[in-house]
């Protein structure tokens, strides 16, 4: 299982942080002010300048050769006699910060306050799966001071490139969790003891599910925990063969809807690409249906606020049925299916045989915007 976290330590709402410079004995270090700008900053922010007012930063040689904010060094470029450019370090906190010369001095000291920067957020990755040396490119928004973890066992990445505050590279260490029995011990001194039906309901990504590991450890058998999941696509669900009459719940499964957009779209892949269709399969065609009704509603108007008016609300066949766009917050609406996985011979993956078809107006997913 493959899964990105994002971590930055929380600061203090605010630390009003001294940068301090320790400048050599002489007269014109010793006479010497400092002004920074901007007077505040976050993190990892770049840039913050340093002037110096009748002190000269590089002299006496060899000049001023640290800085700290918050109590932390703070990487930092000499631009000119009386100009430094600081970063504010991650680890900063509430304390002194000097700019110190070679054999130490008298300070000088000015006011800076560090604010609470924005939590990290993470919009997306690819690839979604991949060995050891994989890169991942991580799209989101607050990417300064962060560290990142790659897999089950929160590995941490091999090497990592914050590339922009909205851009990560990370590449997937060695030793990425293949082996869920710790996770799976937490679940069963969770759960052993519980009353009645026990369900864990397993929803991973990339190349190692933790279906044989559940298997291996009989957990039904010995203490009555049950194995959920929801559809897959069909290479995937090659593991729910060790699950005869696993049950769970999913959107689409080529052998389940019957109308008429599934059937021929069942019948066109098998023509052309000798296999059945699966989920993402259905979920682009309902994509471009959606699309090509808008359409025909607008007599061909490509108007991005008509066509959104436009598909509000709007119904329309797919090959999982009758989809349709909540007005209220654009959700796609569709039926669901209560299934339980078949071992067929026929199949290379556990089929899911359908045990109840749950209508889109039993369930009851809430509107959660404010529009």
């Keep these: 299982m493959s899964t990105?976290?994002?971590?930055?330590?929380?600061?203090?709402?605010?630390?009003?942080?001294?940068?301090?410079?320790?400048?050599?004995?002489?007269?014109?270090?010793?006479?010497?002010?400092?002004?920074v700008n901007p007077t505040l900053g976050l993190p990892g922010q770049a840039g913050i300048l340093i002037t110096g007012n009748g002190a000269n930063f590089q002299s006496p040689s060899p000049g001023v050769t640290s800085v700290t904010?918050?109590?932390?060094?703070?990487?930092?470029?000499?631009?000119?006699?009386?100009?430094?450019?600081a970063t504010v370090p991650c680890d900063a906190t509430l304390g002194l910060g000097n700019v110190v010369v070679q054999d130490s001095g008298p300070s000088i000291q000015a006011a800076f306050m560090v604010n609470t920067p924005p939590a990290p957020a993470v919009s997306g990755f690819v690839p979604t799966t991949g060995p050891s040396g994989t890169v991942l490119k991580i799209a989101g928004a607050n990417?300064?001071?962060?560290?990142?973890?790659?897999?089950?066992?929160?590995?941490?990445?091999?090497?990592?490139?914050?590339?922009?505050?909205?851009?990560?590279?990370?590449?997937?260490?060695?030793?990425?969790?293949?082996?869920f029995t710790a996770a799976f011990q937490r679940l069963i001194d969770a759960m052993k003891d519980q009353r009645g039906r026990k369900f864990v309901w397993v929803i991973w990504a990339g190349g190692n599910s933790p279906f044989s590991k559940f298997a291996e450890l009989e957990l039904q058998k010995r203490y009555g925990i049950e194995m959920a999941t929801g559809g897959n696509i069909l290479p995937a669900m090659v593991a729910y063969k060790q699950y005869p009459g696993m049950e769970g719940a999913l959107y689409y499964y080529f052998g389940i809807p019957k109308n008429p957009v599934n059937e021929w779209l069942v019948a066109n892949h098998y023509k052309q690409y000798k296999s059945p269709p699966d989920f993402f399969t259905a979920g682009g065609m309902s994509a471009a249906i959606a699309v090509v009704e808008a359409l025909k509603k607008t007599n061909g108007d490509t108007n991005t606020e008509k066509l959104i008016k436009t598909m509000e609300g709007m119904s329309f066949q797919t090959p999982k049925g009758t989809m349709t766009f909540r007005k209220e917050d654009h959700q796609?609406?569709?039926?669901?299916?209560?299934?339980?996985?078949?071992?067929?011979?026929?199949?290379?993956?556990?089929?899911?045989?359908?045990?109840?078809?749950?209508?889109?107006?039993?369930?009851?997913?809430?509107?959660?915007?404010k529009r």
């Design 4 to 35: 990105v976290r994002t971590c930055l330590r929380t600061l203090p709402a605010f630390a009003l942080v001294l940068v301090q410079l320790m400048l050599a004995p002489t007269a014109n270090a010793l006479s010497g002010t400092i002004t």
């Design 69 to 85: 904010i918050g109590g932390e060094p703070a990487a930092f470029t000499i631009l000119s006699p009386n100009l430094i450019s």
């Design 143 to 179: 990417f300064t001071c962060v560290s990142v973890t790659v897999g089950a066992g929160d590995t941490p990445a091999s090497s990592l490139d914050v590339v922009s505050s909205t851009e990560i590279r990370a590449t997937v260490a060695a030793g990425t969790t293949t082996d």
């Design 332 to 369: 796609a609406m569709q039926d669901m299916y209560h299934f339980k996985i078949k071992v067929d011979p026929a199949f290379a993956w556990g089929v899911p045989e359908l045990v109840r078809e749950i209508k889109a107006s039993e369930m009851d997913v809430p509107i959660l915007n």
